[in-house]
């Protein structure tokens, strides 16, 4: 059998989910992987599960893959659909709070991956580098797989129990104008059922599901996907744009004039919104994060709480603080509500939605209004750079090393993050993909070039193309 000549893939198993190139995840290898889940499952004593799965082409199958292997192994396993990563969270509830989504999120179409909850948690890296070891050692004992291919299919009737979840918490106090982009993923279809049973004047734009992505990868964080949105707000004088990623647990949202609000200008105002009504509670944001979210926080009377990337890290903090955060959220675009509201996890729609009910408590206010107490910064988009195969951890360690020479306050929080008194910056290893992330954020452009420089200059003597690939991001 050629598939067991491959060497098992454990880099797929990364620090808050599984994921990669297709040519890697193959049948064989979601397979082994259903029994390292099952048995994750069974440790917990848990005896059912729920398995949604998002609009790439390999995704049924491989949902109906790991079904059949819960049948075998005893645990009762029902697919709920194409849907949104949220919709399967909000459903897992039905199933002792477990699930097992089958996405990549906003990766291109070329890859695909796995997340999954126990008993509504998400797992931490230890409990995802476990399944790995035990997908490895699974297989090498595996059959030939045949397995027919599975079409997407919708069930309506989880679609409408999430939709309704979603009606009875919002309420919108005057209608709206929105452009709906779903990036041709599988949160489209259903957030377009939400915005019209809201009363929103609605436009849509690649709201079916379609894993060819014909247009690009459903990543609402790069700004060149975003223009078809921008345009068609312009053209219909829209209230505001929502683009959805692939699986619909982030969204970035573009005001009336077309300008694309930043994840740390919503992280203000969500915090505003949630510490109005939970006054001295804690917010939550990650190393990526500009330093005035920090600063609205503190404002605001609350507590500010940096943390490390990802949004399984973020749920489970939120989860653990015992109500005391109110509200988290990440630069990638991933908001969780925690004030007595919404679900406690993060649900691109469902946010997008609050900021719709928020502007309608005021008669005229639009959303350039709402946020004009927190202006833009200036700073790069998140860049991701190349590896170049050189052990991330060297890289980091060298950046660390140099920095003492720059007088910044330094976080190893997740990466190296230097936090200067009029900006940032930070580079970290990516938890999706072979590459780096960078960001730079400052009070000025020219602050903004000095501190990126800062970073070229700590990696141009041994990591050349790594300072080059910086630079050229400008």
Request: net charge negative; proline share 4%; hydrophobic share 35%.
């Amino acid at each position: 059998m050629n598939f067991k000549n491959k060497k098992f893939p454990l880099q797929i198993f990364r620090a808050y989910d599984i994921r990669g190139k297709i040519s890697l995840l193959t049948p064989e290898i979601v397979q082994a992987t259903a029994y390292g889940l099952v048995e994750q499952y069974h440790k917990a004593g848990q005896t059912q599960l729920a398995i949604g799965y998002d609009a790439r082409l390999t995704s049924p199958q491989y949902a109906e893959i790991i079904r059949r292997v819960c049948e075998e192994k005893g645990l009762h396993a029902t697919i709920i659909g194409c849907c949104s990563t949220p919709l399967l969270y909000f459903i897992a509830r039905q199933f002792g709070g477990n699930g097992i989504m089958i996405t990549a999120s906003h990766n291109p179409k070329t890859d695909n991956g796995i997340k999954w909850i126990v008993q509504g948690e998400p797992p931490c890296p230890d409990m995802i580098q476990q399944v790995g070891q035990s997908a490895s050692a699974a297989f090498d004992l595996l059959h030939n797989l045949v397995i027919q291919p599975v079409q997407h299919e919708i069930v309506v009737k989880y679609c409408l129990e999430y939709q309704q979840a979603l009606l009875n918490d919002i309420q919108l106090k005057r209608p709206f104008k929105v452009v709906l982009d779903g990036l041709n993923g599988s949160a489209g279809r259903c957030a377009a059922l939400v915005l019209k049973k809201l009363g929103c004047e609605l436009t849509t734009i690649r709201c079916e599901a379609n894993g060819h992505f014909p247009d690009h990868a459903p990543d609402p964080s790069q700004e060149k996907n975003l223009a078809e949105l921008k345009q068609t707000v312009l053209e219909q004088q829209a209230d505001i744009g929502i683009a959805l990623d692939g699986d619909g647990d982030r969204v970035v949202l573009i005001d009336e004039y077309g300008t694309t609000i930043s994840a740390d200008r919503l992280l203000s105002l969500f915090s505003e919104m949630c510490l109005k009504t939970h006054p001295g509670h804690e917010v939550v944001f990650d190393v990526k994060c500009s330093t005035m979210v920090a600063n609205t926080v503190r404002h605001l009377g609350g507590q500010a709480k940096m943390i490390r990337t990802g949004s399984s890290f973020l749920r489970t903090y939120m989860s653990q603080s015992k109500g005391r955060a109110v509200f988290g959220g990440e630069y990638a675009g991933h908001y969780v509500f925690n004030d007595g509201r919404g679900f406690g996890y993060d649900d691109g729609l469902y946010a997008a939605l609050r900021v719709l009910e928020y502007l309608g408590q005021q008669a005229d206010l639009t959303l350039s209004q709402a946020l004009k107490a927190y202006p833009e910064r200036y700073c790069t988009e998140d860049t991701y750079i190349s590896t170049y195969n050189i052990e991330p951890k060297a890289v980091l360690h060298d950046v660390e090393m140099q920095s003492q020479d720059f007088g910044a306050r330094l976080s190893k929080i997740d990466g190296v993050r230097l936090d200067f008194k009029d900006g940032f910056g930070i580079i970290r290893a990516s938890n999706t993909g072979e590459y780096f992330t960078v960001r730079f954020d400052a009070d000025n452009p020219v602050r903004l070039n000095d501190i990126r420089h800062t970073f070229v200059s700590m990696l141009s003597d041994r990591y050349p193309q790594i300072a080059q690939d910086i630079l050229d991001a400008q």
